[in-house]
């Protein structure tokens, strides 16, 4: 039982050390993969799945463009939007000047795959493109809140092999990696709510370390039926039902521009 929790609390130790420059916002160097996740719910389990493949009820697509920064930005908003704001930025040039196009097909294509363009459900169902000007102040004080509070990270899971930490509890759509020299941690931010202490915010993680640092060169993770996993750089099957498909989206930096 002591060397278990040695070997937990090591692994937690590792983990938070990769993870100590976090702040809130995560730079994602891979323009595809923002994309994916900007088009994509955050919504955990199938309906999120489904949500990300283009199977939900909107039929609007939002770009959210800062020509301060020259970065593309999408927000995700945990329970308590106050002290759960995850940012995720991309730094590039603007794509496209109008402000809606009814063909978003025509400026994706250059980023994404016509398969990708399938499974999100963008051509078929005729979805419209917003792509909206504007600076988001809120990114520079990020996970602080209203009230400057200090951040503190911990890790509420670590899991020890790959099939709990994508399927284990709820389906992940996507997980965020981070390298490391003993490994690549993959991880995402916990926005369940958390017992809150008046001068801090309490961010969490869900964690699994990748000691052979393999899944890093590709872009999904594909589960079948039988739990078998394989390491993926493009979808080919759109039975989605069959199938589950993690997106694996490598974090550039931590730094809030």
């Known amino acids: 039982m002591v060397d278990i929790l040695h070997k937990i609390q090591e692994l937690k ?3 938070l050390e990769l993870l100590k420059n976090f702040k809130g916002a995560l730079e994602i160097a891979d323009f595809k993969k923002f994309l ?13 799945m489904l949500s990300m493949l283009g199977m939900g009820e909107s039929t609007a697509l939002t770009l959210s463009y800062d020509p301060m920064r020259k970065l593309y930005f999408h927000k995700i908003l945990g329970a308590n939007q106050d002290l759960s704001q995850l940012f995720l930025y991309t730094k590039r040039e603007p794509i496209m000047k109008e402000f809606f196009s009814k063909d978003p097909v025509s400026i994706l294509k250059d980023f994404l795959t016509p398969k990708e363009l399938e499974l999100l459900g963008i051509g078929a169902k005729r979805k419209k493109m917003v792509h909206v000007a504007a600076s988001e102040f809120q990114m520079l004080e990020s996970m602080r809140g209203t009230q400057q509070k200090t951040i503190q990270l911990d890790v509420d899971m670590v899991y020890d092999n790959l099939e709990s930490f994508i ?16 490994g690549d941690l993959l991880f995402d931010v916990n926005f369940t709510p958390l017992a809150k202490k008046d001068d801090v915010n309490l961010v969490t993680f869900d964690v699994y370390l990748d000691e052979s640092k393999e899944i890093g060169k590709h872009a999904y993770i594909m589960m079948d039926q039988d739990s078998k996993i394989k390491f993926i750089d493009e979808v080919k099957d759109t039975n989605v039902q069959n199938m589950l498909y993690c997106l694996v989206v490598p974090v550039a930096s931590f730094n809030v521009p």
């Open 13 to 15: 130790q590792k983990s």
């Open 36 to 48: 994916l996740v900007n088009f994509s719910s955050h919504t955990s389990g199938p309906a999120g």
């Open 167 to 182: 399927a284990g509890y709820d389906a992940r759509s996507r997980v965020f990696l981070i390298k490391g020299t003993g």
